[in-house]
């Protein structure tokens, strides 16, 4: 290792280098930099002098060659003869005529345009005054259409004002009514639920009928799953079904004690009816039994009947037998017990016992 130094100083000594001591090897990497960095300089320093000769001898070139064509034409006026310069001379003065003449119809024109340009000039200034006086004016006639406008603005404003508080106070009114509508809206859903499960309760009958409504209500509507929880409106409609249903019940329980009357009639005619009809009632459960006793009494009657009568009709087929055929001869009247029992049958009033189921009515 030797110390590392940074080439001479002033005083003609190596000057050491304050980083510290290096090896030759860094030593000879900052020569090989060095001699890089000098090559790439003598490189451009070469090329920049090798473009420079060329821009150069370019330029020489060019000179050359202007220097010969000058040279060609100093040769050929050289050749040109003296009538050929006065010629030239005098189309040269012909041309300066005529440059006068241009020079002076162009100041003429230009003293022309001058005056017209002074005038538009002038004219422009008195358009610019009459521009500023309509101008002024516009902006007067404007701030006073403005000051109009904003007092307008500021009554309708007033106004818009006073009518916002009106709405605001109405929608807080509507929201009130909205508010009570809605709870009237759910007691009264409360309610109908109550009373169709109350009616429910008191008449289960009337579920099947207040089934098929809901379910053709829900059909009219479009609705496709019927088997959804009922709304209000359904046990809405499902109530009034049943109120149907049991009104029609109750019209043809009003004609029960009647029909019950007319049947305890008609089963014991010699009977007195009962005054109550928990009395008519317990008494037509024995009407079966009445009943069979009417249709024995029939068969008996009937038996009777066939026995009396086989006599007589023998006779008859005799006389039939012995009687001329062309002459008809009415039997005499013969009427017996039965005859006048028929007779009392048909002369007994009877009315007509009507048992009518209870359809439910459809649902308003």
Same mark, same amino acid.
């Given at each position: 290792?030797?110390?590392?130094? %940074?080439?001479?100083?002033?005083? &003609?000594?190596?000057?050491?280098?304050p980083?510290?001591? %290096?090896?030759s090897?860094?030593?000879?990497?900052?020569? %090989?930099?060095?001699?890089?960095?000098?090559?790439?300089a003598?490189?451009?320093?070469t090329?920049?002098?090798?473009?420079t000769?060329?821009a150069r001898?370019?330029?020489?070139? !060019?000179?050359?060659? $202007?220097?010969?064509?000058?040279? !060609?034409?100093?040769?050929?006026?050289?050749?040109?003869?003296?009538?050929?310069?006065e010629a030239l +001379? #005098?189309q040269?003065?012909?041309t300066?005529?005529?440059?006068?003449?241009?020079?002076?119809?162009?100041?003429?024109?230009? =003293?022309?345009?001058k005056? =017209?340009?002074?005038?538009?000039?002038?004219?422009?200034?008195?358009l610019?005054?009459?521009?500023?006086?309509?101008?002024?004016?516009?902006?007067?006639?404007?701030a006073a +259409?403005?000051?109009?406008?904003?007092?307008?603005?500021g009554?309708?404003?007033s106004?818009?004002?006073?009518?916002?508080?009106e709405?605001?106070?109405?929608?807080k009114?509507?929201?009130? +009514? /909205?508010?009570?509508?809605?709870?009237?809206q759910?007691e009264?859903? %409360?309610?109908?639920?109550?009373?169709?499960?109350?009616?429910? &309760?008191?008449?289960p009958d009337?579920?099947k009928?207040?089934?098929?409504k809901?379910?053709?209500?829900?059909?009219a509507?479009?609705q496709?799953?019927?088997?959804v929880?009922?709304?209000?409106?359904?046990?809405?409609v499902?109530?009034?079904?049943?109120?149907?249903?049991?009104?029609?019940i109750?019209?043809n329980?009003?004609?029960?004690?009647?029909?019950?009357?007319?049947?305890f009639?008609?089963?014991?005619?010699g009977?007195?009816?009962p005054?109550?009809?928990s009395l008519i009632s317990?008494?037509?459960?024995g009407?079966?039994?009445r009943?069979?006793?009417?249709?024995?009494? /029939?068969?008996?009657r009937?038996?009777?009947?066939s026995a009396?009568?086989?006599p007589?009709a023998?006779?008859?087929?005799?006389?039939? #037998?012995c009687?001329?055929?062309?002459?008809f001869?009415?039997?005499p009247?013969?009427?017996?017990?039965?005859d $006048?029992e028929e007779?009392?049958a048909?002369?007994?009033?009877?009315d007509?016992?009507?048992?009518?189921?209870?359809p439910?009515?459809s649902?308003?």
């Open positions: 290792m030797t110390p590392a130094t %940074r080439g001479l100083g002033k005083d &003609r000594l190596p000057a050491p280098d980083v510290g001591d %290096r090896s090897e860094e030593h000879f990497m900052r020569l %090989r930099s060095a001699v890089k960095e000098l090559d790439s003598w490189y451009d320093a090329n920049n002098l090798m473009l000769a060329d001898k370019a330029l020489f070139e !060019e000179l050359l060659w $202007e220097h010969r064509d000058l040279a !060609e034409a100093h040769d050929k006026c050289q050749v040109i003869p003296e009538a050929s310069i +001379k #005098e040269l003065a012909a300066q005529r005529e440059k006068d003449q241009l020079i002076r119809r162009h100041q003429e024109e230009l =003293s022309a345009q005056t =017209s340009y002074q005038e538009l000039k002038s004219q422009l200034i008195q610019g005054l009459d521009h500023a006086k309509a101008l002024k004016a516009a902006e007067a006639d404007a +259409k403005m000051d109009e406008a904003l007092e307008d603005a009554n309708a404003n106004v818009l004002l006073a009518e916002l508080e709405l605001a106070k109405a929608q009114v509507a929201e009130g +009514k /909205a508010a009570r509508l809605e709870e009237e759910k009264c859903n %409360r309610m109908v639920l109550q009373t169709d499960t109350l009616a429910y &309760r008191l008449f009337s579920q009928y207040a089934v098929k809901v379910d053709e209500r829900r059909t509507q479009g496709a799953n019927l088997a929880p009922w709304t209000p409106y359904d046990h809405l499902a109530l009034n079904a049943r109120v149907s249903h049991m009104r029609a109750d019209r329980l009003s004609d029960i004690p009647d029909v019950a009357t007319q049947l009639r008609t089963l014991w005619p009977e007195e009816v005054d109550t009809f317990d008494r037509l459960k009407a079966g039994r009943i069979r006793e009417w249709q024995c009494s /029939a068969a008996r009937s038996g009777l009947a009396l009568l086989a007589a023998d006779r008859a087929y005799h006389i039939a #037998e009687a001329d055929m062309r002459t001869i009415p039997p009247d013969v009427k017996d017990y039965l $006048e007779d009392e048909e002369e007994e009033p009877r007509d016992l009507v048992f009518r189921d209870a439910p009515d649902a308003a």
